[in-house]
């Protein structure tokens, strides 16, 4: 079992960077593939970016590639997202998910924290 719980969500303007952060209860965090998914209003979850298990690999969505970093601090049990370069349609929760597979359908994602917001404005 693992409990995830984000936070660094909040208004920024566009061009401005935050950097959201997701803390894993559990000893076993080193054994997921971590990921960030995104839900803007009226959409559907979308994935954001994944990292594998030691942090070496890593894949994004097109959409963010080049303004967006995810890394993995495993002896601190913690995953971060740098996003740069922000935009309005940014705008969405931010989740991140634990899963025992490496890729970018939400589905194959066990655990899922609540969620933190991302407000770009223009």
């Known amino acids: 079992q693992v409990q995830l719980v984000e936070s660094g969500g909040g208004l920024v303007q566009t061009g401005d960077s935050l950097k959201l952060s997701c803390a894993a209860s559990g000893r076993t965090f080193s054994r997921y593939t971590m990921g960030w998914f995104r839900q803007a209003p009226g959409k559907e979850r979308e994935f954001v970016a994944h990292i594998g298990r030691s942090g070496g690999s890593t894949y994004y969505a097109d959409s963010v590639k080049g303004r967006f970093t995810i890394s993995r601090d495993n002896a601190k049990n913690v995953v971060y997202l740098q996003m740069n370069s922000l935009k309005p349609e940014d705008t969405a929760v931010y989740y991140c998910?634990?899963?025992?597979?490496?890729?970018?359908?939400?589905?194959?994602?066990?655990?899922w924290g609540q969620g933190t917001q991302v407000t770009v404005s223009s």
């Open positions: 998910a634990a899963g025992r597979t490496y890729g970018a359908s939400p589905l194959g994602y066990d655990y």
